[in-house]
């Protein structure tokens, strides 16, 4: 009888060299390894601009966990935060989010929400209370993706 192996399977991207890519500190917050490319002469894009338009509390929380991560962490040179639609009431009703929310704000600075809807909604004097630039975001974003920036939708 052939015992099962001890080895976690590979999903179809991954190459056996990335089968095990974090170390084992923290759950919530583990480390990726040195990124190692097989094409020395490639670059790896080293900006990303989180957008949190979700009402849903779990997928705006793991986003916004996501952005103060990558920059404690400094797995990113550059992650911007933005606030858009449903995610502006949601940041306004939860306080998880607004932890979050601070937290970036300690090691960044000022994230932002989309004016429109904002002041469409009642919401934009909350979010500045919050800290939160209310901007028009349809120019910044598309600036950013110009610029380089990944944009992470959650």
Known sequence: MKLPSQRLPLNKYQAPSQA????????????????QSSNPGSSMNDKVLVII?????????A???YAV???KHKWLAE?????????EQLLLDDEDLQVLLHDY?????????CRFLAERDGQADGLKELGVAVEYVGPLISGLIRDGYVPMVW
Request: net charge positive; hydrophobic share 40%; charged share 20%.
């Open 20 to 35: 095990f890519p974090y170390t084992q500190d923290h759950v919530c917050c583990r480390q990726p390894m040195a990124h």
């Open 53 to 61: 338009g979700t009402a849903e509390r779990a997928k705006a929380q």
């Open 63 to 65: 986003g916004a966990m």
């Open 105 to 113: 704000q300690e090691l960044k600075g000022e994230p932002v929400a």
């Open 69 to 71: 991560n990558a920059l």
């Open 79 to 87: 992650v911007k935060l933005y606030f858009f639609g449903p995610a």
